[in-house]
């Protein structure tokens, strides 16, 4: 039998529920055809379901002003990460999968560090780390290097993404198809966005839901937003959402 795949995720306090870990589950076994290890690094490790590994978060010191932000994913890099060891592919919680990620395992295997370019900064040199697969240990001066100096870090860098993108050694990025953002990528541009539904690409895999609408949020075409910004920020219901999503 072949090593499974490992995915894992994070989660910590409140915004997401255990439910969106279970979709994400669910998503991931939908879209495989290969064995699979799915670990989820939490803070609460109740109500997950049958097939998913509950860890503790990785150990990290950062200053109280960012210790509950994207920083804590840096804990990842540390070695040893518990007993995980090989390439490893990250998802956030809040995304939603729209095909096979069995290609992401298998797209230049000997790379380290593969991520999705950020949609906001293209050719900046800077990957949104939503969606990347990493080979633990490789990178681990990454942890490393932000606990000789927390506060340092984050004040050079000012998210967590940004420091992983200007200090590791090596980046390379997946095709543009397969990771696609649903407001920078999807969404049609202003006023269009009031009349037309976000359009599901053919060779798209994966879809980022940063910042907000939420996914169940989008789905059901409501944008939480003050009555000023109504006027922009909307989004029509879009149903794809609900056929991939759980």
């Known amino acids: 039998m072949n090593s499974p795949q490992t995915v894992i995720c994070m989660r910590w306090g409140t915004r997401y529920g255990a439910d969106y870990v279970n979709r994400l589950h669910r998503m991931v076994r939908r879209n495989t055809a290969r064995p699979l290890r799915f670990v989820c690094f939490t803070d609460d490790a109740t109500g997950y379901e049958d097939g998913i590994e509950a860890r503790p978060l990785p150990h990290i010191d950062l200053p109280e002003r960012v210790k509950w932000f994207p920083w804590r994913k840096i804990g990842l890099w540390q070695d040893p990460l518990e007993d995980i060891t090989g390439d490893v592919l990250f998802f956030d919680v809040d995304l939603v999968i729209t095909g096979s990620i069995d290609p992401f395992f298998d797209y230049e295997p000997e790379k380290t560090f593969i991520v999705a370019e950020n949609w906001t900064q293209p050719g900046s040199g800077i990957g949104n780390t939503s969606c990347y697969r990493f080979r633990v240990g490789a990178h681990s001066y990454l942890y490393d290097n932000l606990m000789a100096d927390p506060a340092a870090k984050v004040d050079t860098h000012k998210i967590s993404q940004v420091y992983i993108s200007r200090e590791i050694k090596e980046m390379d990025y997946w095709p543009s198809e397969w990771c696609k ?48 910004k109504k006027t922009y920020k909307a989004v029509r219901p879009t149903p794809w959402i609900g056929e991939h999503w759980g």
């Open 181 to 228: 953002s649903f407001k920078h990528s999807l969404m049609p541009k202003w006023p269009l966005n009031h009349f037309l539904t976000p359009k599901l690409p053919a060779e798209c895999r994966v879809v980022a839901f940063t910042g907000k609408p939420d996914p169940d949020e989008a789905r059901d075409g409501r944008w939480p937003a003050p009555w000023y």
